[in-house]
């Protein structure tokens, strides 16, 4: 929603209704990230005309401070990055103890095996393809590479988590990225710059 038409915010609500299958919400807070996007109120406004989940990307320090809110407006997923806390298998605990699914993401410069002690505690993994912190990025490419190791890992744990991909994302790496194993794509100005956003998306699930 990073990329969407905060003038006219209910019509691009509507779309993603109509269309995909969750609203991706990138929460930054000018210190995690060198960006500030948006915090509460744009997340309930959202929240009170969606019907489909709110997966709730925090790009802050000290997660374990607001999770409980961003649960209260209406999260359905809420997810962190590894090196935003000391201590992120509780930080996942305090997210699950909501009844929201909890989800950790590492930047591309961070190994994958940073998130492995996790992963038992996760609901959801997410891998960065571009820095987190702006809309617009170019996809990395060793993201395909990472996908597949993540991936390998998860079933060697004997788990079944999905993994995430967000940045960059767009209708030409879309199958790629699913065949390597991802099962959540985020997609931001790909499918809010398009003539046809909606095709867009038909096209990236197909
Ligand atoms: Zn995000």
Redesign the pocket.
């Known amino acids: 929603m990073?990329s969407a038409d905060f003038l006219h915010l209910e019509k691009d609500v509507e779309l993603v209704n109509e269309h995909a299958d969750l609203f991706?919400?990138?929460v930054m807070d000018g210190v995690f990230v060198p960006n500030i996007s948006f915090g509460f109120p744009i997340v309930e406004a959202i929240a009170k005309k969606s019907t489909k989940p709110l997966d709730v990307?925090l790009?802050i320090v000290q997660p374990e401070k607001y999770v409980d809110r961003f649960a209260k407006v209406g999260a359905d997923m809420i997810?962190f990055h590894v090196n935003a806390t000391e201590d992120p298998a509780a930080v996942l605990a305090q997210v699950r103890s909501h009844g929201v699914q909890a989800g950790l993401?590492i930047n591309p410069d961070l190994p994958v095996e940073s998130l492995f002690p996790y992963l038992k505690d996760c609901d959801f993994v997410?891998l960065?393809s571009v820095f987190?912190g702006f809309g617009g990025q170019k996809f990395i490419e060793e993201t395909y590479d990472r996908v597949r190791a993540l991936k390998a890992e998860i079933q060697r744990q004997g788990l079944n988590i999905p993994i995430e991909i967000?940045?960059g994302v767009s209708a030409a790496n879309s199958k790629a990225l699913a065949e390597a194993g991802a099962e959540i794509l985020?997609a931001?100005s790909a499918v809010f710059k398009a003539e046809d956003p909606a095709a867009v998306i038909q096209q990236m699930k197909a």
């Open positions: 990073l991706h919400l990138d990307h790009m997810s993401v997410m960065m987190a967000d940045g985020v931001g």
